[in-house]
């Protein structure tokens, strides 16, 4: 890889000039010139990984106040084999429960998740339409050769925007995530309370612009190689950004291709570097995990580690600890591992066999008919969280009004249940036997759970799933149809209206007064022959009270000021139109969307004819299929596949998954602010990850 702009051409024309005549200056490139040769060079590096670059939408399913949610997650891939290999973050594919990439020709095409490794940061998916010849794909670059100020291109879909390109240097080349300030051992401890990534690998940081959406991007040298996949940046592009180096990535991808996973040795130990020790041959131990393989062997904290297998080893500096440890954890499985150590002035020797690298992170599972959400403890989990118990489901969300937070004591985020009706959970499966993760469990049930070290039980009493609070009907209310403004008696001697003030009509709405002819800007000074007290300046809650009080089809007095006059006039008040909270609503699961009757204020409020019918938008996951075809909380839907919503009832036959082909797109025409917007659903989506 070329060390800087233009070099190898620099250096001819000043061996040619040199060569014709020693005793002139050295010529030198205009810079003109110069400029030329920079843009070629990043054409072609552009050129030679850009048609490979693409952008990725996931759908995400998270667990949110007890309640599993879907929403739409962005990031960036390059395509890495024939065979439609796509490297990128495993943050990117996180929970995802559906997979898209966009290529460079603007096609959208499903993906599935092939792996992912956490503590590296690195997923890889497979586009699953196969192409004839298959895919062309980018490089990674076979050795990490950066050095500081080394020209890098970022590539990738900042914020969504597909196909965007920045251009940087590399500020350093082998970077740990602490400052001079720090202690080393900071470094993991801020990488992620339960799971951090990059523990074994130092970032690339480099000053190529990359905000949110560039995540799982490619960082490429001039040469036109994958030198990095981004992974971390300022949440507003900024000037500091750093990449995974392509040396580890392409080693994480191709275990990932071939396994599906990235197996590791664990031997339960952490170690730090000799800076500041006064040492120099060696690598302190800093922790050691109970019950690990090298508990077990004796190692202890403070012990200083000079051979392993019979060789040498010194780690003198931070940014070496986490490639020593990558070297213990590529072990092969099930290996025994000698090692001498110093401690207290003597050496001994101890010998370990490595286990399988235990999970960071446990599975999650939603219990519906309870709204709770909860995780599987894992050793990490239970290590950070001071936890009594090493196994079992730590509370994640409790959904207000569900049975978990109505329960005695209520459960609550951090709660750790291990038993369940004196039954053990400790992973997802366990719940899944007793039948109350699918919605049903109404039975009464008692939860053994840990919180602050205390073992506690709760009893949850029975409920069907279904035994949701409904929406309550308000009984029939009289109404006016106005909304009015508080006059106080001193702003009304300035408009030279009444002496005690009254209410102004702001609003007449299709009504009662309406027809009584009552007008934007008449005041209302008493009702029924009896003065409104005007408190206040903005509330007119006592004028409408004193309308509830009144009579439905009765006619009421009133007596209003305008144009400098005092007036009589009635009107007879009809029942108040449903208030949308008691309107009757319809939920589409297999959309993902809630909706309910078009009412009388959304008509006023929209300046829709009394007439217009539809169904207005209450609830849509974003990452939810009505979410995927960009609905809205407030749209109202006018038609769908060209015919006309009615109602709540056409709209559900509309929507019924067997009136739909398997394949075949859906539209929808709706009413959004002023303007109608003709939105699809793109069957594509629709499949099963």
Known sequence: MSRSLGFPLFSALLLSGFAVCQAQPAATIP?????????????????????????????????????????????????????????????????????????????ELSAHLVG??????????????????????????????????????????PWGLEHSLSQGV???????????????????????????????YAWIQHDAAISPGNSGGPLVSLAGQIVGINTRGSFSGGDMAFAIPADVARRIVDQLVREGEVKRSYFGFAVRSLKSSGLDQGVLVSSVQQDSPADAAGLVPGDRIVRIDGAAVTVALPEQVPVFLRELTERPLGQKLQMDVLSGGRTRSLSMISQPYPRDLGDNVEIKAWGL????????????????????????????????????????????????DGKPVAVVADVEALGVSNGAGDSARVISFERSGKSMLSALDARAADSEPGKLRELPKPWVGIDAQPITATTSRLIEGPAGGGYRVTRVYPGPAQRADIRVGDLIVAVAGAAVPVSGDSDDEALQQRFRDALVDEPLALTIWRAGKELETELTPGIAPDPRGSLKSLSIDWLDLGV??????????????????????????????????NLKPGDVILKVDGKAVDGLDTFKL????????????????????????????????????
Not at 179 to 199: C, I, K
Not at 377 to 405: D, Y
């Open 116 to 157: 992912a490794d956490e503590l590296s940061d690195i997923a890889v998916l497979k586009i699953d339409e196969q192409r004839e010849g298959g895919y062309a794909y980018a490089n990674f670059a076979e050795r990490n050769l950066l050095e500081a100020g080394d020209p890098v291109l970022a590539m990738g879909a």
């Open 373 to 420: 959400t909860l995780t599987e403890v894992t050793p990490a989990i239970a290590r950070s969280r001071l936890l009594e118990h090493q196994t079992g489901l730590i509370v994640t969300g409790v959904l207000p009004g569900k049975r978990a937070a109505t329960a005695h004591p209520p459960l609550a985020v951090g709660d750790v249940v291990f038993a369940i």
């Open 31 to 107: 810079a003109g010139q110069v400029a030329a040769m920079r843009s070629a060079q990043v054409a072609a590096a552009r050129d030679a990984v850009m048609p490979y670059v693409v952008s990725i939408m996931v759908v995400r399913e998270d667990h949110v106040q007890g309640k599993a949610q879907l929403s739409l997650g962005s990031g960036s891939g390059t395509i890495i084999s024939a065979d439609g290999h796509v490297a990128t973050n495993a943050h990117v594919t996180e929970n995802g429960q559906r997979f898209r990439v966009v290529l460079a020709d603007k096609r």
């Open 596 to 629: 309910r009757a078009l009412g009388f204020y959304d008509r006023i409020e929209r300046r829709l004819d009394k007439a217009a019918q539809g169904v207005v938008v209450e609830r849509v996951e974003t990452g939810g299929l009505a979410g995927l075809a």
């Open 170 to 200: 590399v500020n350093h080349p082998a970077r740990l995530m602490v400052s001079l300030f720090q202690d080393e051992a900071d470094y993991e401890q801020q990488l992620g309370r339960n799971q951090p990534t990059a523990r074994f």
């Open 654 to 689: 509309l929507t019924a998954r067997s009136a739909h082909k398997e394949g075949r797109n859906i539209s929808f025409l709706v009413l959004r602010a002023a303007r109608t917007r003709l939105l699809f659903l793109d069957a594509g989506w629709e499949k099963s990850p």
